[in-house]
Each structure stands twice: as C-alpha cells, then as structure tokens.
C-alpha cells in the first residue's frame, strides 16, 4: 500500500508530524544499494549497524550524522592504485550508506576491526517517558 503523503486528506488529519512525514518521503524517495553488505543489530535500547569493508582502511571511511540521517561513504580506490589486478573478486569501489535515525537515537561511538566497521547507537528515553509508579492517596 502506498501512501501519498501530499494528499490533503493525510496532510490536514496529522498534525506536528511534519518532520516525520518529510523524512517519510525521504526515505521513500532513496534508492539503497545492496554494496557494501551490512547488518543490523538490537539488544533492548542498544543498536549496532555492522558493515563489511573488506580491504578498505579506516582512514578513507566517513560518518557522518546530519539531521537524523547517519551516512557511511567511502569515495573509492585512488586512481592509478589498480594498475596489477588481475582479477578482482574484492569490491572496493565507492559507496554511501544512508540510515534514517529516530530523534531519540544517539550514536555512540564506531570501531574498526578485521575489515568490520561497527556504529553502536543508543535510544535515549528522556525521564517523561520512562516508566514510573504513581503512588494512590
């Protein structure tokens, strides 16, 4: 089912999701390559976004956070750099990751090691919303 955020039926019955509805159409408009693979992990409010980055340093990859949007890329080889290859079953061409982040979704940290870059990410629930006991009188 496809929604058209646009129509006016949608767009007059929501009110003070304008935010989440401009990143729903973001989303919607993306195309997501399936290079390089990644995987997603959760545990409780704790997240980690894995990604295979077989032969690619550390130093070339950039994350990025901007406007709850988290982008992993890596601009490709240098030039002149492949001049031997014979074959090449070891992709390392250029790439961008983009993943979409709730508002109460901080990223904490990332760490690479044998070839896997690690983002770990944290829900962070403001004391409003935790669950809390209300004494009866």
């Given at each position: 089912m496809l929604i058209n955020f646009t129509d006016p039926m949608f767009s007059n019955r929501v009110l003070g999701f304008e935010n989440l509805v401009d990143r729903l159409e973001r989303i919607s408009n993306e195309s997501q390559s399936s290079y390089p693979p990644y995987n997603i992990y959760r545990d409780?409010?704790?997240?980690q976004i894995e990604v295979a980055l077989a032969g690619i340093d550390k130093k070339d990859v950039e994350i990025e956070l901007c406007d709850s949007v988290l982008t992993v890329s890596y601009g490709g080889p240098e030039e002149?750099?492949?001049n031997d290859t014979l074959h090449?079953?070891?992709a390392k061409r250029a790439f961008k990751l983009k993943f979409t982040l709730a508002e109460d979704l901080e990223v904490v940290g990332a760490t690479s090691k044998n070839g896997l870059l690690k983002i770990d990410l944290e829900k962070i629930l403001p004391d409003h919303k935790k669950p809390r006991v209300i004494n009866i009188k």
């Open positions: 409780g409010l704790k997240f002149g750099s492949e090449r079953g070891i």
